[in-house]
């Protein structure tokens, strides 16, 4: 894409020696479910330690995805892959403002390498972003390993803490489906705490129009 920032990528062989341990380690993720109302989520937020899985902002669902080998889901040709609407983009703008004006820390950002997902990430502003197949789409699963693989390496990266403030991640809403306890809008955030013993905790959903209310919420 360009103009896009710097991107890191991780890749296969330290992907699958981490998913190798934690699955040794820790077996499968467990998952659970104790949502917080609005000023404690907000609390919580600004404390660091969580993993806010988003689904990638608005699409223009009249265009559809043709991946017919590895590495074409990288491509802004919305003739090629489903592109980001105008609003989608605004909303990416939005989410990336509200976060900053509620002082919510951000020590990482991973995206999919979908151009979606990574132009969500990069219009939320929130840091450099660094692509990962750990939340690869689900429909092109099979280019890394397969959908077991990608939800197992899913699991793992919402068990495990980030490495200062919370961890933003941005990817697809069919991984949230199979890897955790939601299934998200789209521009829709998942909060998740990790539980300290291999699993994570389920404990807000952030909608695209729930941001304006938790701006309320921290005014008062």
């Known amino acids: 894409m360009p103009g896009r920032k710097c991107l890191r990528s991780i890749g ?49 669902w009249s ?3 043709q991946v017919q080998e590895a ?17 989608g983009r605004d909303d990416a703008k939005a989410i990336g403002s509200a976060l900053r004006r509620l002082e919510v820390p951000v020590g990482e950002v991973l995206a999919s ?26 429909r092109a699963a099979d280019y890394v390993g397969g959908r077991a693989s990608v939800v197992a ?18 990817a697809h809403g069919n991984v949230a489906r199979e890897a955790t306890p939601a299934y998200p809008a789209e521009g829709e955030a998942l909060v998740f705490a990790p539980d300290g013993e291999g699993g994570f905790i389920l404990r807000g959903r ?3 129009s729930d941001w304006s209310r938790l701006l309320s919420v921290a005014s008062q």
């Open 113 to 138: 390498p979908y151009c979606r997902t990574v132009e969500t990430a990069r219009l939320m502003e929130l840091g450099e972003v660094a692509e990962t197949i750990q939340v690869m789409n689900l």
């Open 63 to 65: 265009q559809q995805d």
């Open 71 to 87: 590495g074409d889901w990288r491509s802004c040709d919305s003739t090629r892959m489903r592109q980001l609407s105008r609003q």
């Open 12 to 60: 296969m062989a330290h992907l699958a020696r981490m998913l190798a341990l934690y699955l040794l380690v820790a077996g499968p993720a467990a998952a659970t479910e104790q949502l917080l109302e609005d000023a404690a989520l907000l609390a919580a937020l600004r404390g660091g330690g969580h993993n806010l899985y988003f689904r990638h902002v608005g699409t223009n």
């Open 153 to 170: 390496s899913a699991q793992a990266l919402l068990a495990s803490p980030p490495p200062a403030g919370n961890r933003v991640i941005v």
């Open 206 to 208: 952030i909608t695209v």
